[in-house]
T-cell receptor
């Protein structure tokens, strides 16, 4: 089945550091990627929607200058948390949807395994 | 924004028991999705429902799209240890809009 790979799976860094998280679709072309944040014992909250080759659309309350999203190719989107602070510590999850290589019907969203970000 | 309430919030059951959980929304939707999330991992799609009244099975899992289009149910029969996790319902606003809203989740624990 469709696979979405997220890297790194875990990162611990000092306050003020910028952290980049990668999200790759391994066997399909992801026309759209989504970035979610999940705090402990809470649900997933959509942060932004990223379409290949265009600017990301951010949800209300999400700072676009703090959470930089780049979707430069059909298989890769990155989320950079700039000048991270302890309150940014969370579980970040990406998902991707698109057509399988060679065409075909659009697929449902497939999720990566998440990145646990801990800011000291 | 859209509210999706799941109940129960948590369940403690014995292996072999059947499980039932539900999800209700404040508005009508066209697509209901059920996901399972294991600790430290991303959610995995279990069942997708597209029509009011639709009943769909995936192995021991059965989900139904309520006729009012404001609720959905997920049942797990004969639970096994690997069923442990958090179950989320999720909604798509309409066809062509892929933004998902997730429910509050139901945490399932199996007592040995």
């Amino acid at each position: 089945g469709a696979v979405v790979s997220q890297h790194p799976s875990r990162v611990i860094c000092k306050s003020g550091t910028s952290v980049k998280i990668e999200c790759r679709s391994l066997d399909f072309q992801a026309t759209t990627m989504f970035w979610y944040r999940q705090f402990p014992k809470q649900s997933l909250m959509l942060m932004a929607t990223s379409n290949e080759g265009s600017k990301a659309t951010y949800e209300q309350g999400v700072e676009k200058d703090k959470f930089l999203i780049n979707h430069a190719s059909l298989t890769l989107s990155t989320l950079t948390v700039t000048s991270a602070h302890p309150e940014d510590s969370s579980f970040y999850i990406c998902s991707a949807r698109g057509r399988r290589h060679g065409g075909g019907r659009d697929q449902p969203q497939h999720f990566g395994d998440g990145t646990r970000l801990s800011i000291l | 924004g859209q509210q999706l309430n799941q109940s129960p919030q948590s369940m403690f059951i014995q292996e072999g028991e059947d499980v039932s959980m539900n999800c209700t929304s404040s508005s009508i939707f066209n697509t209901w999705l059920w996901y399972k999330q294991d600790p430290g991992e991303g959610p995995v799609l279990l069942i997708a429902l597209y029509k009011a009244g639709e009943l769909t099975s995936n192995g021991r899992l059965t989900a139904q799209f309520g006729t009012t289009r404001k609720d959905s149910f997920l049942n797990i029969s004969a639970s096994i240890p690997s069923d442990v996790g958090i179950y989320f319902c999720a909604l798509r606003p309409n066809f062509g809009n892929e933004k998902l809203t997730f429910g509050t989740g139901t945490r399932l624990t199996i007592i040995p």
